[in-house]
């Protein structure tokens, strides 16, 4: 079982930067590939970004590419979302999510333990 506890979120202006951070507790960290997704009131929860184990290869959704950076620390056990140029359309809460023996999938489906969220909230 892991455990994965999100902080970091608020409420930022649009142009601003929040950086998000995931914890995870349990199992080997290093065996996960991490994810970062979002849910917006009344739509469907969606990809946001993705890291292998190692950190060696990341992954973003098309409307963030630019603006997240996505990054982790094995020895911290800890997963970052660095988050830039801020819209009010990245509003959403924001769950981060862990995939064992994954290499960073795009699909929910893949991943196996998720965090309770964090609130991000951009005002226009």
């Known amino acids: 079982q892991v455990q994965l506890v999100e902080s970091g979120g608020g409420l930022v202006q649009a142009g601003g930067s929040l950086r998000l951070s995931c914890v995870a507790s349990g199992r080997t960290f290093s065996n996960y590939a991490m994810g970062w997704f979002r849910q917006a009131p009344g739509k469907e929860r969606e990809f946001v970004a993705a890291i292998n184990w190692s950190g060696g290869s990341t992954y973003y959704a098309d409307s963030v590419k630019g603006r997240f950076t996505i990054s982790r620390d094995n020895a911290k056990n800890t997963v970052y979302l660095q988050m830039n140029s801020l819209k009010p359309e990245d509003t959403a809460v924001y769950y981060c999510?862990?995939?064992?023996?994954?290499?960073?999938?795009?699909?929910?489906?893949?991943?196996?333990?998720w965090g309770q969220g964090t609130q991000v909230t951009v005002s226009s």
């Open positions: 999510a862990a995939q064992e023996l994954g290499v960073g999938e795009q699909n929910i489906y893949d991943y196996d333990y």
